[in-house]
């Protein structure tokens, strides 16, 4: 429990720093091309187009049902992907982020495990941007804004939360086994289709067992609350307050394992160099 509160301590004491630092490296990784940020949201702008012809065009789909309402495939869809392109993106930069910057790091003091922090936070303003995005579009569709919106208060905290835990075991295993990042990247391209993103996992209503266990995925906990909070009629987390509490007990663990782990190898990495 200590190196959890050790790294809480961190993050709190060097908010300033991971703000900057993460302003610093959404320009960096920007700078090269004409468009600049625009390709943050370009880039899952077409993925969802092709997924959105794939899975709402070439196959018959009804309307989803989403706690009573009906809505249409695509805002739907929308609705979870942003929210995926934010998991996926944070998970696979966060794992790389600490073996990746070696060298500024033995050149330079601060507490490493501000760094996968600060790496999800350059992704973070992309998220809140493309939540923005995705508001005004399903205002245009006819799902109008409403009080359960608060809720995506809620959620953001949750998935950052979620992927931060992820990123300390992920980024701290990384660097002394490369061969991780790129099973990580494999396996999170698997979730894709297995976390309720592209298709609902009511269709498995006939395999209740499958679909039971496949609910107490993290991950399709904060894409149902944000879809819940943008076509809704409830507060989720409480209506669903069985998953909610599943959900916060492997976050927590998650984030006890990886700051035991981060803090007890963090004075070794520089010898990956």
Known sequence: MKPAITVIKEQIENFYLIRRL???????????????MAWEVINPAIQILIYWFVF?????????????????????????????IF????????????FSRLKMLSKMNFPM??????????????????????VVILQFMGYHASIYYLQLIYYIF?????????????????????????????????????SGVLWPLTLLKEFPLVM??????????????YRNALF???WHFIAQWQYTIVFWAIVIILFIFGSALHVKFRKHFIDYL
């Open 22 to 36: 993460s302003l610093y490296e959404i320009k960096s990784k920007n700078k090269n091309n004409y468009l600049g």
């Open 56 to 84: 709402g065009t070439l196959r018959t789909r009804g309307d989803i049902n989403v706690d009573g309402n009906e809505v249409e495939f695509f805002a739907w869809l929308l609705g979870g992907f942003f929210v995926w």
């Open 87 to 98: 998991f996926y993106q944070s998970t696979i930069q966060g794992s790389k982020s600490i």
């Open 113 to 134: 495990s501000i760094i996968p922090n600060y790496v999800i936070f350059s992704q973070f303003y992309v998220h809140l941007l493309m939540l923005l995005i995705s």
């Open 158 to 194: 949750a998935v950052f939360c979620l992927v931060f835990a992820l990123s300390l075991i992920t980024s701290s295993v990384s660097t002394i086994i490369r061969d991780v990042h790129m099973l990580l990247n494999s396996t999170l391209r698997m979730m894709l289709y297995l």
């Open 212 to 225: 039971e266990i496949m609910k107490l995925n993290p991950l399709y906990y904060i894409i149902e609350g």
């Open 232 to 234: 809704g009629t409830s």
